[in-house]
């Protein structure tokens, strides 16, 4: 695992682009960095999957999302942009 390899995103710069990415809404070079740091990061990926699952959701009942998961959704995105380990501490 590379810590510091240039091209990687960072956690922090995932969280920050993490909801136009899987919204489609992202250039390719982005993209491709990004689905490969949710290939490396679990934790990362883990918050893709919840959102995927969030649309889903959305997608198959075409009723308005519920507040619940909406939050949790921003909330991990926050976390990751502000650099805050939503899963684990960190140091
Ligand atoms: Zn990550």
């Known amino acids: 695992m590379k810590l510091f390899d240039r091209n990687r995103l960072s956690c922090r710069q995932v969280g920050k682009v993490l909801q136009q ?4 809404e ?3 070079v982005t993209r491709e ?9 679990r934790r990362c990926g883990l918050g893709a999957d919840t959102y995927l699952q ?3 959701a959305l997608a198959r ?8 998961a909406l939050e949790r959704l921003r909330d991990f995105g926050e976390r990751l942009a502000a650099g805050h380990d939503p899963g684990t501490a960190e140091s």
């Not at 960095?33 to 990061?41: K, N, Q």
């Not at 009942?61 to 619940?68: D, L, V």
């Open 26 to 28: 992202i250039d390719h």
């Open 61 to 68: 009942s075409a009723t308005e999302p519920t507040a619940e």
């Open 21 to 24: 990415f899987l919204d489609g």
């Open 33 to 41: 960095r990004v689905a490969d740091h949710l290939d490396d990061c």
């Open 54 to 56: 969030i649309k889903a």
